[in-house]
């Protein structure tokens, strides 16, 4: 998924870490586990111009039981990660109710029908997806007219090997909307400041009524906002495309970038009650 908003977001970083020099980058892996009570489906996809290193056909079963690993390439990548929920299959056109798929997001509309000036709409993920898209009518001239959209999901955005130096940059972005409780935590580090980022709160269950996206059994499966409420509730996610983390991050070589789904606990400056200061983030290890 690549929606603007999380392209401005994160350009700030990728420009900084563009440049690159002759000097070797460690290896490094990504990997996602599944604690929630349901399977996820990751997504894994490179910006323009950058090698895929997953096919994006596997499930992870949940309770912990899902785990994976994936390699870097050797030289600078970037790219963003999600976690699929309600997925149909494991395979790449799987119909997923959060989190889509590639390659596009299909818009298909219809006007002046039946004799009677009526306009169709919807937005179909039948093909995949790649960028979210909503329609809506306005001035209407009657009839029932809702707006309808592509499910929003909570992004992962992750750049490795950069300035030379082996330096990794992470994010957990829900300015386009949150779906999967996830925190990126840089394991076996090589040095400089590498705190663990993102959510562990599940913010569908307390999501305003009219921004809850309602999956097959009617329960919220996905959350479109607001900003403040997703700020309040996960200070160390980014919320808006002008936001940054609290915490200062500048991570060399990690062997390891994992992703927990549904992180259950996560310790950030104000629940260390140390003022604010850095030292009350901690890296989170998923080893049950």
């Not at 002046?112 to 001035?139: M, T």
């Not at 029932?144 to 082996?166: F, I, K, S």
């Amino acid at each position: 998924m690549a929606p603007a908003t999380t392209k401005l977001l994160f350009l700030g970083i990728l420009l900084a870490l563009a440049a690159s020099s002759s000097t070797p980058a460690s290896a490094t892996t990504l990997t996602l586990h599944n604690l929630c009570p349901y399977p996820v489906w990751p997504l894994i996809t490179p910006n323009t111009g950058f090698p895929s290193i997953s096919d994006n056909t596997g499930r992870l079963d949940g309770g912990g039981r899902g785990l994976v690993s994936f390699h870097f390439p050797p030289s600078f990548w970037a790219g963003r990660v999600v976690a699929r929920t309600g997925c149909s299959s494991s395979g790449p056109r799987s119909r997923c109710e959060t989190g889509g798929a590639p390659p596009a997001t299909v818009v298909q509309l219809v006007v002046h029908a039946e004799g009677q000036d009526l306009a169709a709409y919807s937005v179909s993920l039948v093909d995949g997806f790649n960028v979210p898209a909503v329609v809506s009518p306005q001035a209407v001239g009657g009839g029932q007219c809702p707006t309808g959209g592509a499910p929003p999901a909570t992004v992962v955005q992750l750049v490795v090997h950069a300035e030379g130096q082996d330096l990794a940059a992470y994010s957990v972005s829900l300015v386009d909307g949150f779906n999967v409780p996830a925190v990126v935590s840089p394991q076996a580090v090589g040095g400089g400041q590498c705190p663990a980022l993102g959510c562990a709160a599940d913010l569908n269950a307390g999501c305003p009524r009219a921004q809850r996206v309602a999956g097959a059994g009617g329960a919220a499966v996905a959350c479109r906002g607001p900003a403040g409420y997703f700020k309040d509730r996960c200070p160390l996610t980014r919320t808006t495309p002008a936001d940054v983390e609290p915490v200062p991050q500048r991570c060399f070589g990690p062997g390891e970038l994992k992703i927990v789904f549904c992180q259950s606990a996560m310790v950030n400056a104000a629940a260390a009650g140390d003022g604010g200061e850095a030292g009350g983030i901690r890296t989170v290890v998923a080893d049950n």
